[in-house]
């Protein structure tokens, strides 16, 4: 190796940022160091360390730009769904308020039903008790 280029244990705004090919740990080296083979501190192979790319810097800064107004575009999509879910809530439970009344209504139908028929049904007994004693005589 030709010259020691330390690697940075604090990132600086020059620095090249680059994963090691080898074993994926993230690295940090100063500017001058592009293009230089160095040994990883982590898996002790030998690498290279990649030129910086500004176009791929200011590529992934309009990337990150996007990302955001993605981020916001899905909140919104998520905003409107919820108040969307809240409306079919409101119109679920009025339903469910129709419904407990519709039922409330049949129940108290069915308990005139069962008074009247109980009334008929006296009757019918009289009638036939009275057809009886008609028959017996
Ligand atoms: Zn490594």
């Known amino acids: 190796m030709a010259e020691e280029i330390?690697?940075?244990?604090?990132?600086?705004?020059?620095?090249i940022v680059f994963d090691c090919p080898q074993c994926g740990k993230n690295l940090a080296?100063?500017?001058r160091g592009a293009g230089m083979t160095i040994t990883c501190p982590d898996c002790q192979n030998t690498i290279q360390v990649p030129y910086p790319?500004?176009?791929?810097?200011?590529?992934?800064?309009?990337?990150?730009?996007?990302?955001v107004r993605l981020l916001r575009e899905q909140l919104?999509?998520?905003?409107?769904?919820?108040?969307?879910?809240?409306?079919?809530?409101?119109?679920?439970?009025?339903k469910i308020e129709r419904l407990e009344k519709?039922?409330?209504?049949l129940q108290g139908h069915?308990?005139?039903i069962s008074t009247?028929?109980?009334?008929?049904?006296?009757a019918l007994d009289r009638v036939m008790a009275l057809m009886q004693d008609l028959r017996m005589r």
């Open 116 to 122: 009247e028929w109980g009334v008929i049904q006296n």
């Open 53 to 67: 790319e500004s176009e791929l810097i200011e590529e992934g800064d309009d990337g990150g730009d996007e990302q």
């Open 102 to 105: 519709t039922r409330s209504d």
């Open 110 to 112: 069915l308990e005139q």
């Open 6 to 15: 330390k690697l940075n244990t604090s990132i600086q705004p020059t620095d």
């Open 29 to 31: 080296i100063e500017e």
């Open 76 to 94: 919104a999509a998520a905003q409107g769904r919820a108040a969307e879910l809240a409306g079919e809530l409101e119109t679920a439970q009025a």
